[in-house]
C-alpha cells in the first residue's frame, strides 16, 4: 500500500496551493479518502474527508470555504486544493484512507507533505 501527496510548499497568507495524493496497493473506491494535518509535537488534526463513491465532503470549520477536496477514482488520486491560505495553516498534511469520514483512526496514511505559509 502506497499514499504519497505532493504539491506542499512555501506560499505567502493569501495564496494557494493544490495537494495531490496518489494512491496504490489498496481498492480506493472502497475507503473514505481523509486529508489530515499534523504541527510537530501535536496529534493529528482532521481537516476533511470524501466519500468513497458519491464525492460527498466534509470539513472542519476552520477551511470551510477556503479548502475543496476531490478525488479521481480512474486515478487513484485525491486533491486539495487550499485557497486563502493563513500561516495557522503551516503544517505537514497527509491523506489517509479509513472506513468513516471524520477523526479517527486510519487504515493507511502516507508520508505527508510540508504547507508552509509564511511572508
Known amino acids: 500500500v502506497q499514499l504519497v501527496e505532493s504539491g506542499g510548499g512555501l506560499v505567502q497568507p493569501g495564496g494557494s496551493l493544490r495537494l495531490s495524493c496518489a494512491a496504490s496497493g489498496f481498492t480506493f473506491s472502497r475507503y473514505y479518502m481523509n486529508w489530515v494535518r499534523q504541527a510537530p509535537g501535536t496529534g493529528l488534526e482532521w481537516v476533511s474527508s470524501?466519500?468513497?463513491?458519491?464525492?460527498?465532503?466534509y470539513y472542519v470549520d476552520f477551511v470551510k470555504g477556503r479548502f475543496t477536496m476531490s478525488k479521481d477514482n480512474t486515478k487513484n488520486t485525491l486533491y486539495l486544493q487550499m485557497n486563502s491560505l493563513k500561516p495557522e495553516d503551516t503544517d505537514i498534511y497527509y491523506c489517509a484512507a479509513g472506513r468513516s469520514w471524520g477523526p479517527g483512526d486510519y487504515k493507511y496514511r502516507g508520508q505527508g507533505t510540508q504547507v508552509t505559509v509564511s511572508s
Open positions: 470524501i466519500h468513497p463513491l458519491l464525492g460527498t465532503t
